[in-house]
């Protein structure tokens, strides 16, 4: 026979168990994933300026760009907050296509 004790320990725990297996569960959230494969060029920006113009974009100097024809992110070298900045937007480049 079951006293009043354990089976309040049984109901705790079975309780407890269905609230980890709750929490464990992913939510539904927006979101997208995309498996990428491309070539990251990290160099300084008269490197960056000369081979973007090499590849014929506008003549106007640019921190970072895409290259889509050789699926190649130019990046600055430095880890300044506007170069991270830059190489994200040129990622999204890649993954999202021409956006501006």
């Keep these: 026979m079951l006293n009043i004790a354990r089976l309040f ?3 705790g725990t079975l309780g407890m168990i269905f609230l980890a297996l709750g ?8 979101m997208e ?3 990428i494969s491309a070539t990251v060029v990290y160099a300084d920006t008269d490197a960056i300026n000369l081979a973007a113009r090499a590849r014929g974009y506008a003549g106007q100097r640019v921190n970072g760009f895409y290259d889509p ?3 190649e992110i ?3 070298n430095d880890e300044s907050v506007e170069s991270l900045r830059t190489c994200g937007h040129e990622l ?5 296509g021409q956006f501006h």
């Design 92 to 96: 999204r480049h890649l993954i999202k």
């Design 23 to 30: 929490c464990a569960t992913t939510t539904s959230m927006p």
């Design 33 to 35: 994933k995309h498996r």
């Design 69 to 71: 024809s050789r699926n």
């Design 74 to 76: 130019w990046c600055p």
């Design 9 to 11: 320990y049984l109901a």
